[in-house]
């Protein structure tokens, strides 16, 4: 999911009505209001570790009509869905609902197998468990060094994991 990815589309390739798809999937509704602020990728613990990930570039590519690159790609499979994006955005985008809008297509739309959708299910346990524990990180007034390092810690074991499933 890279600049250059976006730029070696051409505009046939491109389906113009994914993001009115998108924005009748519950979730998916406010997927327009996006300016690309990258409020989003800047704060997102995912991003963080992994750069393949990144938030503002899921709806541009989506906004512009990649619908086959998004829908058929690892990364939508990468949010942990902790909600930090969902509070952040200035334009009320739901970045979270947004992911789960994408999911969903890609499922309705055939673009996973079962067998996938088995193994990310499996792991969905340790994605509860991060999402607690960023909640709790979240909720402190200071986060110490040590809390941050041990989320960044669990997160990188997430995506590690999510990628030896999905691959
Ligand atoms: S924070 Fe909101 S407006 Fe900014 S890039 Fe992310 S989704 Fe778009
Ligand atoms: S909900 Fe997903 S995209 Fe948003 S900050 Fe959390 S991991 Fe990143």
Redesign the pocket.
Known sequence: MTDKKESSISSDELDKNFKYEVAAQPGGENIKKCFSCGT?TA?????EVEEE?N?RKIIRMVLLGMKKEVLSSNVIW?????????AQCPQNVK??DV?AALRHLAIKQGYVSKDFLDKVYKIDNLAQKIRLD?IKCLTKEQISNKTKADITAKVKEFIKTQKEKVH
């Open positions: 989003c704060g997102c613990p995912v991003s990930f938030p990468y949010c942990c869905s902790c909600y930090t994006c969902y970045f979270t992911m960023i």
